[in-house]
């Protein structure tokens, strides 16, 4: 949770299953190589669970575990800090 990116991943996730455009097009300004990375360190956690469905051409999606779903309060209390704390620039 603590690198960059993470909770925004998993709050794109948060809804259901997505594919990587949609979560890369959620997110805004991460490139497809840092959101790989973040997809996979997730997925190594059992935060994040990769389906391929066999069709041509082929179709992946991301979504939450069960263990990801619990997050969703994190997520959302970080994002409440965030709108009172955070000033973007």
């Known amino acids: 949770m603590g690198k960059r990116w993470t909770p925004l991943v998993i709050r794109a996730l948060m809804k259901g299953p ?8 959620y997110i ?19 935060i994040v669970r990769k389906k391929v469905v066999s069709v041509t051409p082929l179709l992946v999606h991301y979504e939450l575990t069960r263990k990801g779903r619990e997050l969703q309060e994190v997520v ?7 709108d009172k704390w955070v000033e973007l620039t």
């Open 18 to 25: 997505r594919r990587f455009s949609e979560i890369r097009d």
């Open 28 to 46: 805004g300004n991460i490139s497809d190589r840092l959101l790989s990375q973040r997809l996979k360190e997730l997925e190594a956690e059992d």
């Open 76 to 82: 959302e209390a970080i994002q409440r800090w965030a």
